[in-house]
């Protein structure tokens, strides 16, 4: 069993940045294509990245593309989402997933660990 640790959440006003990472617990995020996905109450979920292991290929959500970045730092066993010009749209809780395939994917079924969540809430 793979635990996946967000953290990095919090309150930010619209315009502000934030960057969440991701740590898996007991495996190497090496191991896995990693995601970020998010969900808004009375929203359902989504996506918002995917990088594979070498971190050689990512792309991200319509919603989110030139405003966040997902990277990873193998080396130091983390997946990162750096998130700029926020909006209140990007409120959301933002989970973290672990995936066996070998290539970036935006579809949830073919993640198999997800993390707790963090809450990201952007004031107007």
């Known amino acids: 069993q793979v635990h996946l640790v967000e953290s990095g959440g919090g309150l930010v006003h619209a315009g502000g940045s934030l960057r969440l990472s991701c740590a898996p617990s007991?495996?190497?995020?090496?191991?896995?294509?990693m995601g970020w996905f998010r969900q808004a109450p009375g929203k359902e979920r989504e996506f918002v990245g995917s990088?594979?292991?070498?971190?050689?290929?990512?792309f991200h959500g319509d919603s989110v593309k030139g405003r966040f970045t997902i990277s990873r730092a193998n080396a130091k066993n983390t997946v990162n989402l750096q998130m700029n010009s926020l909006i209140p749209e990007d409120t959301a809780v933002y989970y973290c997933?672990?995936?066996?395939?070998?290539?970036?994917?935006?579809?949830?079924?073919?993640?198999?660990?997800w993390g707790q969540g963090t809450r990201v809430t952007v004031s107007s």
């Open positions: 990088i594979n292991q070498s971190g050689r290929s990512a």
């Open positions: 997933a672990a995936s066996r395939t070998a290539y970036p994917t935006n579809k949830p079924d073919e993640y198999i660990y």
């Open positions: 007991g495996r190497t995020v090496s191991d896995y294509t």
